[in-house]
């Protein structure tokens, strides 16, 4: 097991002994245990091999022993020996949000509830709010939880996915029958959730790819077979189809299981305007529904369908109907962002408050990427709950970074990190630090994280009298949404983006694949307004500079370009971009 695989495996003794009821220091103990080892920076393998897990705060004997039995045999005997002893049903209710493992405890002993389905039908009998700690207002919010959790319980998110299909996209590419292969439907499309994962390949011999990829690690279960089209069940529970088609069908094939459906509908609507059909087979010259390689329009990539309909190339991304054909009619469409073109991220946090690595190893991890600069924007000290930053610490930690810098341009390079915040917007509009603080920062965002069920007249002038503060660069996750967990907070997101055009500010595209908050739907009305978008990792460890990827892809749905995002900027172009609200406000 690597240092993840194990620190998962901690965390998760630490909440099952919580579900036990055991010592509390004991719990603890393992949780700590599971952060220490996240945030290693060298191989955990290599510590085990060397003897040196000893020299690991928090790691005593016990744990030591633990681990070793993780990292070298890949099971731990404890573990599962501690899962046998709870009822499955309650490692089922940590889902429900809201429920942490205290409470479920509680209804464990006081009601004897053992799953999902028996909290649910105490909650209808009214027999949970009657107990210490609940009430009518929790019972209420369980019922939801339970509601929600059965609504997304066939919908994954992007990341997620991408994870999976990953590794079959490669052993397919690797296999000498697979003459093109490649990702379709919502993924390709790059939708923030998926139903389910869509491959397709072309092949002179399907049945053979078929066979090869239905044995392939990590497939659970194989629902259905065919001589050219499969499909499987992953870990996780995402269901993956891989169709075969021959390599001239391959093209529109594509087009047409990359979808939208509505997309879909206007391209075989405008094939019909041009005496032609266009369907998974190919593109005709007919307006019957035919196959006839007579009167097949041979086309070898998408571009040369869109050629043949009298379109520019448009991006997957955009192939949801939202204005994308009439603009690639009149010309090319703008060239997208790529992932590439960002040079670091403005929103990001360390161990000074909830992140996992100190600052001097994410300067050496960022610079290895190869990025120009990273801000570090740790919470502010109204986000108790994650060790947020009073005056005091957020001025030590400028001296730090300080140093940092210092370090960095005697040895010659030129990465930087950035002074921040993420300061708290509180439940009227205020900032949690005052401005002459805010100042001394190179970045300031600033975030709603408590009172997320105000009203939206409420949450919208908290968020405009937030962007009217001359200190504040970018509005974070702008509805707190947390993708198949936690709903959007009502917000007037028109208005308040009318308030960032007018007022200078930028708005984040949170990246985290929880997030991808501001939604990709309203970045083009952001975009005709004039107001800039940021692409930040909100990172709090060092694989989270992936999601870099994972926004641009979102950015590219809302049709931004590099010219849109302000992290696309070298390092001295953003720090004038970044002064420049402020010297507005002093004019």
Request: aromatic content about 6%; hydrophobic content about 40%; glycine content about 8%.
């Amino acid at each position: 097991m690597n240092k993840d695989q194990v620190a998962e495996v901690l965390a998760g003794i630490g909440t099952l002994l919580e579900l036990k009821g055991e010592n509390p220091f004991k719990t603890r103990a393992y949780l700590n245990a599971a952060r220490t080892i996240e945030s290693l920076s060298e191989p955990l393998e290599k510590l085990v091999a060397e003897g040196r897990l000893g020299a690991l705060k928090g790691i005593g004997e016990a744990l030591q022993k633990k681990i070793t039995e993780l990292v070298t045999t890949g099971r731990l005997q404890y573990y599962e020996e501690l899962k046998a002893s709870i009822p499955s049903g309650l490692m089922g209710m940590l889902e429900i949000p809201g429920l942490g493992p205290k409470k479920i405890k509680t209804l464990h002993d006081e009601l004897g509830i053992e799953s999902v389905e028996q909290l649910e039908q105490a909650c209808k009998a009214r027999r949970i709010e009657g107990l210490k700690g609940f009430g009518e207002k929790t019972q209420m919010n369980i019922l939801e939880g339970i509601s929600r959790r059965r609504s997304y319980a066939s919908r994954h998110l992007l990341s997620e996915a991408l994870h999976r299909a990953e590794p079959l996209l490669e052993a397919l590419r690797s296999h000498p029958d697979v003459i093109r292969c490649g990702t379709a439907g919502s993924l390709r499309r790059h939708r923030e959730i998926i139903g389910d994962i869509d491959l397709l390949a072309s092949s002179k011999r399907p049945a053979q790819v078929i066979g090869f990829f239905t044995s392939q690690p990590g497939i659970e279960k194989v629902l259905a077979k065919g001589d050219t089209k499969a499909s499987v069940l992953l870990a996780g529970g995402i269901q993956c189809d891989l169709r075969v088609v021959s390599d001239a069908e391959f093209p529109s094939a594509l087009l047409y299981f990359t979808g939208s459906k509505e997309h879909n509908i206007a391209m075989r609507q405008r094939a019909i305007d041009r005496g032609m059909r266009l369907n998974e087979y190919g593109l005709f010259r007919s307006t019957d529904e035919t196959r006839d390689p007579k009167r097949l329009v041979k086309c070898r990539t998408e571009e040369e369908i869109f050629e043949q309909l009298g379109l520019h190339y448009i991006p997957p991304e955009l192939r949801e109907d939202m204005g994308e054909i009439p603009a690639a009619e009149k010309g090319p469409l703008p060239r997208l962002i790529e992932w590439t073109d960002l040079k670091g991220s403005l929103h990001n946090h360390s161990t000074w408050s909830d992140g996992h690595q100190r600052l001097e190893e994410i300067a050496g991890g960022m610079r290895e990427l190869g990025l120009a600069y990273w801000a570090i924007t740790d919470h502010s000290k109204a986000s108790f709950q994650a060790n947020g930053l009073d005056a005091k610490r957020v001025r030590q930690q400028i001296k730090e970074v300080a140093a940092i810098n210092a370090r960095l341009a005697a040895e010659g390079t030129d990465f930087r990190l950035l002074t921040g915040t993420e300061v708290d917007i509180l439940k009227d509009g205020a900032l949690d630090f005052p401005d002459d603080l805010l100042a001394e920062l190179d970045v300031v965002i600033a975030s709603v994280h408590q009172s997320l069920s105000q009203t939206e007249a409420e949450t919208t002038r908290r968020l405009i009298r937030a962007a009217r503060n001359p200190y504040v660069h970018i509005l974070g996750h702008l509805t707190g949404r947390l993708l198949l967990e936690r709903e959007p907070s009502k917000v007037d997101q028109r208005a308040v983006i009318d308030a960032c055009a007018e007022t200078g500010t930028w708005i984040e595209l949170n990246a985290h694949p929880k997030r991808f908050d501001l939604d990709w739907r309203l970045w083009p009305y952001a975009k005709s307004k004039g107001v800039k978008c940021a692409i930040n990792c909100d990172a709090h460890r060092f694989e989270h500079a992936g999601f870099l990827r994972l926004g641009a892809g979102i950015a590219r749905k809302g049709w931004l370009t590099r010219e849109d995002v302000v992290n696309t900027l070298p390092l001295e172009a953003l720090r004038k971009e970044l002064g420049r609200k402020r010297a507005k406000a002093g004019r």
